[in-house]
Nanobody
Framework: QLVESGGGLVQSGESLRLSCEVT??????????IGWFRQASGKEREGIAS????????HYASSVRGRFTISLDNAKKTVSLQMNSLQREDTAVYYC?????????????????WGQGTQVTVSS
């Protein structure tokens, strides 16, 4: 199970930190991948960041690279997405997803479990 939190309304240029609480995966012994996706109104879902649990390797979409950071907190069993310099075009519902295979991927088809999403709205 995955549960996102931290969404909200911010102004352009501000920051926001999303969290994804992950249950059903053992952070200490299992190797898996977590991805963050987003879907803006009227658009297809976009993969924006991915991390593998054991190595901590990360991968970002060009649209967020340098502004967003994905990270793991093994003790809290959460995966966070720090979003800086937010822009209006970042407005979307943000989802976290987990895949059993520990492969970095921004392709939604490879993910096995999904959260319910959290809304992020950036105003100018």
């Amino acid at each position: 199970q995955l549960v996102e939190s931290g969404g909200g309304l911010v102004q352009s240029g501000e920051s926001l930190r999303l969290s994804c609480e992950v249950t059903g995966f053992d952070f200490d012994s299992e190797n898996f991948a977590i991805g963050w996706f987003r879907q803006a109104s009227g658009k297809e879902r976009e993969g924006i960041a991915s991390v593998t649990s054991k190595s901590g390797y990360t991968h970002y979409a060009s649209s967020v690279r340098g502004r967003f950071t994905i990270s793991l907190d093994n003790a809290k069993k959460t995966v966070s997405l720090q979003m800086n310099s937010l822009q209006r075009e970042d407005t979307a519902v943000y989802y976290c997803a987990a895949k059993v295979r520990a492969e970095l991927s921004l392709y939604e088809g490879g993910y096995d479990y999904w959260g319910q999403g959290t809304q992020v709205t950036v105003s100018s």
